[in-house]
């Protein structure tokens, strides 16, 4: 069964830091581009970050310095650590799996496996 599970969001104040997880499972993990992307209330969902099988990372211009995202491919496990978080970090954060290189990494419909979701909500 293919499957992507996210743990470890929260409630924070602002300039505080999370770190999510993903445990993957029935894939191909250690191929795979990974991702987080995020989706606030009304909003699309967008693009976070990515990293190559090999351990190149991609991020989103608002994150970029505050975000880390990383990946233990012995253990399938994702991981997005967030420092100096802001209110408009709030948003459900989800992780994604496609089974190619994160050329188009933005681009969700390019992404095959889903999971369900964990909320952040950063408060001023």
């Known amino acids: 069964q293919v499957q992507l599970v996210e743990s470890g969001g929260g409630s924070v104040q602002v300039g505080g830091s999370l770190t999510l997880s993903c445990v993957a499972s029935g894939i191909t993990y250690s191929r795979a581009c990974m991702a987080w992307f995020r989706q606030a209330p009304g909003k699309e969902r967008l693009a976070v970050a990515a990293?190559?099988?090999?351990?190149?990372?991609r991020y989103s211009e608002p994150v970029k310095g505050r975000f880390t995202i990383s990946r233990d491919n012995a253990k399938n496990i994702l991981n997005l650590q967030m420092n100096n978080l802001k209110p408009e970090d709030t948003a459900m954060y989800y992780c994604?799996?496609?089974?190619?290189?994160?050329?188009?990494?933005?681009?969700?419909?390019?992404?095959?496996?889903w999971g369900q979701g964990t909320q952040v909500t950063v408060s001023p």
């Open positions: 990293i190559e099988a090999g351990g190149s990372t």
């Open positions: 994604a799996a496609k089974d190619d290189a994160c050329n188009v990494w933005t681009w969700q419909h390019k992404y095959t496996t």
